[in-house]
């Protein structure tokens, strides 16, 4: 395996392939005195992260100082070796072992570099095995294609017996909905891809005597409630979280939190979430200006009854020469009663003050149409939204989580050239623009009328200060942190957690949780998403039954491996050319005809009885623990049989 990237999530995949794969890891990276440099707030990396690249980078050269260069089997399983290289150039790739490596993750943070490399590798080993992170949806969709076609002329195999394969994941994508899900309390864990929804939710503990809610399985067991301790990290004990526990584990664990799955189902394509560009009606003019246009209004309305009353005419004819005399266009009420020429005069004086009231009107509505594409201000009296501050590749993706879900957000940001501005001005999201260590820039975005904090800027300490000094403001506020170092968050967490015992605070670590996606992908596996449980990672994986003797011929309740991996949803599909093989089960049929009925035409099952028997041509989607899916690969059941 050839792991080529320039910042911690280079690092953190190659040790999630070492660590729980037990691959053998060549590791390319910038040399030392480039990757480690001064951070600057909001543009560069923290110093805790720059401090861990250095760090990582010694101990990994002290552990494989003396081995060759080449991948082969001089080297033992499990083991990194690190090549020093500015750019992933076809020398520094050839040196790594890409033309006999199984699989390639190029996870540089610019994409233009990715594509380089992948292009350049693709020519090299036409069947290696690509991951590649970018940030461009629609960009990577077209590059996905292009290689998979290279790699398909390059050997003369068909697409079905090519095991060389491309995939490009983004870790903002991957990141972003855990992250929106934390900041919001209540708000459900929610994987989505290829048209497949699997929602989850975090419920508190029971009372006693309450009936557990429905659900289709517990996911997870929260750890207990330990204000000082390192809730929700591994090494934590039985009081940590557990992660796809059995019935009696669920049963044992009373006065605990549990994830359970409530949904699994066919979700069509995401509408856009952003406003077309015309405006609506009550956002043209303000609050102040529809209230004096409703009582002009009124007056005149009120004008045309009392002319009517006097004059005995038709209305409609009343309310006709009211308006005239509001426009001054009517004859001079000379001979006629003194009540009518009272209403003359007051149907006048409405005509003046009609004047600058369109006055107004008119240039709010040129100034809404001129600040359409500007940045907005918060507004007077804003409260119960979400303060987001950066809008770099994370913060944008949160951004649009955070407005599908329809949760007010305020954004907060340092570089007016960031690429999120864009996004929030299209989503007409207030920002303001400013750095958050200053004083006042909090405070702009109504800090202390907000129900949450959500800090996702690429420097801890600039994201620490910020939730401390919000904290300082509302000591209640749920604060959710992101975090490179886990040490260091595991510290923050704790401290915060004491210091705050009633209010919320999370630390999340963006490489934390996309690099299992990544490794999936290296190893051949599609991960549709992952969730956080706390400071572990609960992943979801699509994998044929055909070749893993843990799932082929058993049961859904025989394969389920408490602690590893859980079937959750069945795929009846049929394959093409094969329309007839679909297996008449009544229990899984009777389901799948539900589907249908109503309205789901992915063919997926969710509501999978235990005793289904799991076939060879059967598509699942399950959940797993890193290791887990690690064990259902096989690859640790070989090293143990190595060893």
């Excluded at 923290?46 to 003396?66: C, E, L, P, Q, W």
């Excluded at 009296?381 to 407005?403: F, N, P, Q, W």
Aim: include cysteine; charged fraction near 25%.
């Amino acid at each position: 395996m050839v792991v080529c990237g320039d910042d911690g999530l280079a690092h953190r995949l190659a040790d999630e392939l070492r660590g729980v794969y037990g691959e053998q890891v060549t590791l390319v990276v910038p040399p030392s005195e480039r990757t480690v440099r001064t951070p600057v707030v909001g543009r560069a990396r923290a110093v805790s992260a720059a401090f861990i690249d250095r760090m990582m980078n010694a101990a990994v050269n002290r552990t494989v100082s003396g081995t060759g260069g080449g991948t082969g089997g001089s080297e033992p399983a499990g083991s990194i070796r690190v090549v020093e290289a500015a750019e992933a150039t076809e020398e520094k790739l050839a040196e790594a072992g890409v033309e006999r490596a199984a699989a390639l993750a190029l996870v540089y943070d610019d994409d233009e570099t990715n594509i380089r490399a992948a292009l350049t590798a693709r020519r090299l080993n036409p069947r290696l095995r690509l991951v590649l992170r970018l940030y461009n949806r629609r960009l990577g969709q077209h590059i996905e294609e292009l290689l998979d076609q290279a790699a398909a002329l390059a050997t003369g195999v068909g697409d079905a017996g090519l095991d060389a394969s491309t995939t490009v994941l983004s870790d903002a994508d991957t990141a972003a909905p855990a992250l929106a899900a934390t900041a919001v309390a209540g708000t459900t864990k929610v994987v989505q891809t290829d048209g497949l929804l699997l929602r989850a939710v975090e419920r508190p503990p029971l009372r006693p005597g309450q009936a557990p809610p429905s659900g289709l399985a517990t996911l997870a067991v929260l750890s207990s409630n330990d204000p000082a301790g390192a809730a929700g990290s591994e090494g934590n004990g039985e009081h940590g979280p557990l992660l796809l526990p059995d019935a009696a584990a669920v049963r044992e664990a009373e006065g605990r939190g549990t994830v359970v799955l409530e949904q699994v189902s066919y979700a069509g394509p995401s509408l856009p979430s952003g406003r077309g560009v015309v405006p609506s009606f009550g956002s043209l003019f303000s609050r102040r200006l529809r209230w004096s246009l409703a009582g002009l209004v009124g007056c005149v309305a009120a004008l045309a009854v009392a002319l009517t009353v006097v004059t005995g005419e038709h209305p409609l004819y009343a309310t006709y020469m009211t308006l005239l005399d509001l426009f001054a266009i009517n004859e001079p009420a000379l001979h006629q009663s003194l009540a009518r020429q009272i209403l003359q005069l007051l149907s006048g004086l409405m005509g003046l003050l009609l004047l600058p009231v369109l006055l107004a009107a008119v240039l709010e509505a040129l100034g809404t149409f001129r600040t359409a594409s500007a940045l907005r201000k918060p507004p007077r009296g804003l409260g119960g939204h979400v303060v987001l501050l950066g809008l770099g590749k994370i913060g944008t993706r949160v951004l649009t989580r955070l407005r599908e879900l329809h949760i007010p957000v305020v954004c907060v940001e340092a570089d007016p050239e960031a690429r999120g501005l864009a996004t929030a001005r299209r989503l007409r999201v207030p920002v303001v623009l400013g750095d958050v260590t200053q004083e006042g820039v909090l405070e702009a975005a109504k800090i202390h009328r907000a129900d949450a904090l959500l800090a996702v800027t690429s420097a801890d300490t600039t994201n620490l200060e910020a939730a401390l000094y919000a904290r300082s403001v509302r000591p209640d506020l749920r604060v959710v942190l992101r975090l490179y170092d886990d040490d260091f968050a595991t510290a923050v967490y704790r401290t915060l957690r004491a210091a705050h015992p009633h209010a919320s605070t999370r630390s999340r670590s963006v490489t934390h949780l996309a690099a299992p996606a990544f490794a999936g992908a290296m190893m051949g596996r599609q991960i549709l998403g992952a969730i956080p449980v706390e400071r572990r990672v609960l992943l979801f994986a699509e994998v044929d039954v055909a070749g893993h003797p843990q799932l082929e011929d058993k049961t859904v309740g025989e394969a389920f491996r408490a602690g590893a991996w859980r079937v959750l949803a069945l795929d009846r599909t049929p394959r093409e050319g094969r329309p007839e093989e679909r297996r008449e089960e009544p229990a899984v049929e009777e389901a799948y005809e539900d589907s249908r009925a109503g309205g789901h035409p992915s063919g997926w099952v969710w509501d999978l009885p235990d005793t289904y028997v799991l076939q060879k041509d059967d598509r699942v989607v399950l959940a797993a623990t890193r290791r887990g899916l690690a064990e259902l690969l096989g690859r640790r059941s070989r090293e143990r049989a190595g060893a």
